[in-house]
């Protein structure tokens, strides 16, 4: 299909003369903007996974507040997404709890901060957050509670501090889990996307490239044109996913 004019069907280079002359529009390329915010999502997620580590070990050391944090990363795992997106609207409406106290603040009018391109992207990101530590947390959850009691005893009668044992052995022995979570990030780095459909239908320059797919695609039925980019980002993928396996495969496994 890449290789097929979508008009006649017959065998063409069209698809890929589209994509070459949209990249070179530069700033005004729309695949180049999609990109840009895929790999904010990409960073995004990539930042999640240390977060993710350092919130699981906060639950692991049972500190105080952890229920709470625990209860607030798990709600998402639970209740539709379609739901969480209403309500994280109705907060920033003009009429929510986070348009009030912004004004309350600054004494100005708050911005319309999902229908204003300054501010819509942004705030997609941070309900990703919320909504994406979840599964990270309990990964790394698993992986910490079989660590033996007894490591950690000995690690306290020789006077670690809680830095230390985070860092110096906690860390390396959920290794593994880190460097899994790492891959699959990074392999899947134009898969990178937030709930665009449900926030703005790619409106206000929050498209990504798999929301610009699913339009070109379903929305407007230009399947030769979307298998033209799903090649072409297919080829920029191999490399880093070669990259980022051969350093997973020298990462020492863990044996305890």
Not at 10 to 38: A, H, P
Not at 66 to 82: E, G
Request: a neutral charge.
């Amino acid at each position: 299909m890449a290789f097929k004019d979508q008009n006649t069907e017959e065998w063409s280079v069209v698809n890929f003369q589209i994509f070459f002359n949209d990249i070179m529009r530069g700033k005004d390329s729309e695949i180049l903007s999609n990109v840009g915010n895929t790999l904010i999502y990409f960073a995004v997620n990539l930042m999640m996974i240390p977060l993710a580590f350092i919130l699981s070990y906060f639950m692991y050391k049972k500190i105080l507040g952890y229920k709470l944090f625990r209860f607030l990363y798990m709600v998402p795992m639970i209740v539709s997404a379609v739901v969480l997106v209403s309500i994280y609207k109705n907060m920033l409406s003009s009429s929510g709890p986070v348009s009030k106290v912004y004004e309350w603040l600054t004494g100005k009018t708050a911005p319309f901060f999902i229908y204003d391109e300054r501010y819509a992207t942004l705030t997609i990101v941070l309900y990703t957050i919320w909504t994406g530590l979840g599964m990270n947390i309990i990964l790394f959850s698993g992986a910490m509670s079989r660590i033996p009691a007894s490591i950690i005893e000995y690690a306290s009668l020789d006077g670690v501090n809680p830095i230390q044992e985070m860092f110096r052995i906690v860390l390396p022995i959920v290794s593994p889990t880190f460097t899994t979570l790492m891959l699959l990030s990074c392999v899947g780095v134009f898969n990178a996307s937030g709930p665009i459909l449900l926030f703005t239908g790619g409106m206000y320059g929050t498209s990504t490239i798999s929301y610009w797919m699913y339009d070109r695609v379903i929305l407007n039925n230009q399947y030769n044109y979307a298998s033209a980019l799903g090649l072409m980002l297919t080829l920029i993928s191999l490399p880093i996913f070669f990259v980022v396996n051969f350093l997973n495969k020298h990462v020492p496994e863990v044996e305890f």
